[in-house]
């Protein structure tokens, strides 16, 4: 079995958007470990889905996530 230049790029493409994928997702893992009350790790969930690909949306989501 050949490996080409296309299909080495075309992994790379997958495992960077699943790497972009989990970071986005981090908040809501985090709420999840931290033991947020349900409704609050749903609103932290949403949050990340919903803005997690701005800069701001994401880091505001994870503080909420971490915080007491």
Same mark, same amino acid.
């Given at each position: 079995? +050949?490996?080409?230049?296309? /299909?080495?790029? /075309? ?7 699943? %790497?972009? %994928? ?9 709420? !999840?470990? /931290? ?7 749903? +609103?932290? +969930? %949403? !949050? ?5 690909? /701005?800069?701001?949306? =994401?880091?505001?989501?994870?503080? =909420?996530?971490?915080?007491?």
């Amino acid at each position: 079995m +050949r490996i080409d230049a296309n /299909t080495i790029l /075309t992994v790379k493409y997958i495992v960077a958007a699943m %790497v972009l %994928v989990l970071i986005i997702l981090a908040p809501a893992y985090l709420a !999840a470990q /931290t033991k947020k009350a349900k409704a609050d790790a749903m +609103r932290v +969930r %949403v !949050a990340s889905w919903l803005f997690g690909w /701005t800069g701001v949306g =994401w880091l505001l989501a994870l503080i =909420w996530a971490i915080r007491k």
